[in-house]
Each structure stands twice: as structure tokens, then as C-alpha cells.
């Protein structure tokens, strides 16, 4: 089972020879850290300056981590995708909004998508982020506790109002409704709310899924306490479970206010943490439901190892694995070739707009070691199967 992830020509079958060198190009680039900084800074300018690149984006980088502009360019992906069995979640990535014409704008899109996704079995979930629906500083300050004012009090009522529709409409529909994780900072609040539309949407099973980091120490403790909440109050866990994506940030936040940092101590650290938030959760399957989202082909085994040890059956519907469209395709289309529940995010939105996920993707791909190198490596080694 080991070998799984070597197949190439499982995992790049969907790709032409020529999306397959855009894809080799793009992941050099992204390996030179210097040019990632340059580029991202000169892209950045460029937009904000209102100058013609959006042409070149959307050829280059857009379209190989996108779907789209809109829900119906990305229909054609994720039909391609489910001939090969691999499931998409529609992701509405423009990020940063912070007036309430623009919060409802992205409220009014994940209720479409929850159609979108509710017509078509290529995509069994929809995914929304807090900071979408409500202002970081809206979340940060009920974080920290502080007092709100009546205009705060007054707007976050209707950040649980979107909440609260949006996750009603998912249950109507049945459909599952993922809601990201962000910065631990503001994270309880979300937390709190999520738990809220767990407790009333999920009597039955898993519609209301939260988000773990687990490059926080934390998370473990707060899943077990939640798992105790719902064997009392009788609702359903739904969890995803990822490592992380503000690692850096949340170090020199933690450092710069003085407070100890909320972020395991190393990489060997989260790698355990993740794993044994991922265990735990396969053991409590009648009351949690798991998506694990990881590009790591450890934790990837492990899961694999762990169903067959636990007589999990590989597509029970409580157990999904996903990946970020554009990445891992090795895990994603070999997994999903044997047989279990895979699904890409598949992000979309205007290209001016996405720029903020898309410097995200590239920071973090230079940052993770060995994240590039590997997607070189088999890239190099699917070209040269294609040339004999």
C-alpha cells in the first residue's frame, strides 16, 4: 500500500501534456522563495495600479488552482473530475470583505452554491469562511472578550443570522455544509457559533462541519470536551481536519503580545497532533463524522491503515479525504481510484478578487518543505512516462 502514491499516470490523467508543463512551471516558480516575493509584490501593484494582467493570471496561475470565475465555469472541472471519481466543494474564495454589502454578496453566493451543490452529485459539499459572513474585528473582539457596542451587538446579529440561514438551508437540502478555520485570535467566536449550528442542525448526523487546526496544541483537548458535549445533548460532530495555514503569523502575533503561542512546538509536533486528533475521531464514528484535508502522505496511509484495521469500510459516507485543487493530485486521484471518498476545494471567484487565496497558495507551497519539491518530482516523472 505504501507505493499508492507513486502512480503517475493515475494521478495526472486528467491532465493534457500541455496543462501538465503549465503545472511543472508553475511549481518551479513557486520553489524559488526570492521570486515568490518578487512576483507576489509586482502582481499586487500591478492590480492595485489597475494594469492589464488579469489575461496572464488567469492563463497561468488562476487556472491551475481555480475553477472559475462563477458556479458554471467551474461545472465543466468538476465533471472531469468525477469521471475519476473525485468529488469537488465549491469555494467562493474572495477574502478580506469588510462592509455589509459585500458580507451579504458572499452570504447570497454559498446560499447558491448550496443549490448548485444540491443538483449535482459531483459536489457533496458546500464551505464558507467566518471572516465571509462577519468582520475579523468583529470576531476578534467577542475572542477577547471584550464588551461589544449596540451597533456591534446589532451587527453580529446578523452574522449569526447568515450563519444560521445558511446552515438551516444545508439541512434542508442535505447537504454538508464545511465552515473554514482562521486565526486563533478570532477563532473561539467562530468556534462558539458553529457549535451552535452543530447543536441544532445536527440531531440526526453530521450536516454542520467545524474546521481543527491541529498545528494548534489545543485542539485535541477542545474536540474531546465538544465530543462530551454531544453525547450529552445528543447532536452530531462534523469535523474537518487540516494542520494549518497561519502558522507564521500566529507565531510573531504570540511573540509580539507576549502570550505563549498557540502553535505546536515543531513539524513532528502537529504531524502527531493531527494524527491523533484523526484517530480519535474514527474511533467516535457514531457521533463524528471526519474530512481530512492534508496533502501529507503519512497521515494519508495512516487513515488508509486505520479504516481496513477498524473494518471502516472505504466509502463509508462519515470518512472523506480532500485536497486544494491544483495540488496533491497523486493522493487525490489514487485515493479515490481505490475507492474512497475524495473531494477537491475548488476555488473560484472574479480573478482580481482571488489574488489574496492564490499569494496565499504560493507563500505556503515555498514554506512547507518538501511541499514543491515532491509535486516536482512527480510531475518530472509523469513527463517522462508520456516521452517513452
Known amino acids: 500500500m505504501r507505493d499508492l502514491f ?31 516575493r518578487i512576483g507576489t509584490a509586482v502582481t499586487n501593484f500591478a ?16 487556472d491551475h488552482f481555480c475553477g472559475g470565475t462563477n458556479e458554471e465555469e467551474c461545472l465543466v472541472v468538476a465533471d472531469r473530475m468525477f469521471e475519476k471519481g473525485v468529488y469537488t466543494i465549491l ?27 444540491k443538483e449535482k452529485d459531483a459536489i457533496p459539499f458546500a464551505v464558507f469562511k467566518p471572516t465571509g459572513f462577519g468582520r475579523f474585528k468583529l470576531y476578534q473582539k467577542i475572542t477577547e472578550g471584550e464588551q461589544l457596542t449596540f451597533l456591534e451587538e446589532e451587527e453580529w446579529q446578523r452574522v449569526v443570522n447568515r450563519f444560521d440561514k445558511v446552515c438551516k438551508k444545508a439541512h434542508d437540502l442535505d447537504v454538508s455544509l464545511l465552515i473554514d478555520a482562521e486565526e486563533s485570535y478570532m477563532q473561539d467566536a467562530a468556534d462558539k ?19 481543527l487546526q491541529t498545528y494548534r496544541w489545543d485542539r485535541l483537548d477542545y474536540l474531546k470536551k465538544l465530543h462530551e458535549d454531544a453525547k450529552r445533548e445528543h447532536f452530531h460532530i462534523g469535523m474537518k481536519v487540516v494542520r494549518g495555514a497561519y502558522m507564521e ?24 497532533n493531527f494524527n491523533q486528533v ?26 488508509m491503515e486505520q479504516m481496513q484495521a477498524k473494518s471502516i469500510a472505504k466509502n463509508d459516507p462519515r470518512v472523506w479525504f480532500g485536497q486544494l485543487y491544483g495540488m496533491s493530485d497523486h493522493i487525490s ?28 497558495r504560493a507563500e505556503e507551497n515555498t514554506s512547507v518543505a518538501g511541499q514543491t519539491s515532491r509535486e516536482l518530482t512527480l510531475l518530472k516523472k509523469e513527463r517522462k512516462r508520456r516521452r517513452i
Do not use: W
Request: aromatic residues 12%; contains cysteine; hydrophobic residues 35%.
Open 6 to 36: 507513486e502512480d503517475t499516470a493515475t494521478a495526472f490523467a486528467l491532465k493534457t501534456d500541455s496543462e501538465l508543463e503549465r503545472a511543472y512551471f508553475l511549481f518551479k516558480l513557486i520553489g524559488n522563495e526570492p521570486l515568490v
Open 47 to 62: 492590480i492595485k495600479a489597475n494594469l492589464p494582467v488579469e489575461r496572464l493570471i488567469r492563463a497561468t496561475v488562476f
Open 91 to 117: 469555494d467562493y474564495s474572495v477574502e478580506g470583505q469588510q462592509v455589509e454589502n459585500q458580507l451579504d454578496y458572499t452570504f447570497e453566493k454559498t446560499l447558491k452554491t448550496l443549490d448548485f451543490v
Open 193 to 211: 457559533l458553529v457549535e451552535m449550528m452543530m447543536r441544532k442542525y445536527n440531531k440526526k448526523k453530521a450536516i454542520v462541519f467545524n474546521t
Open 249 to 272: 503569523k500566529e507565531n510573531d502575533r504570540a511573540e509580539e503580545h507576549g502570550y505563549p503561542s498557540p502553535i505546536c512546538p515543531s513539524k513532528k509536533a502537529t504531524d502527531e
Open 278 to 303: 484523526v484517530t480519535y475521531m474514527l474511533d467516535n464514528l457514531d457521533l463524528m463524522s471526519l474530512f481530512a484535508g492534508t496533502h501529507n502522505e503519512n497521515s494519508s496511509y495512516l487513515l
Open 333 to 360: 486521484y489514487n485515493l479515490s481510484d481505490r475507492g474512497y471518498n475524495v473531494a477537491k476545494y475548488l476555488p473560484f471567484g472574479p480573478v482580481k478578487d482571488v489574488m489574496p487565496y492564490l499569494i496565499r
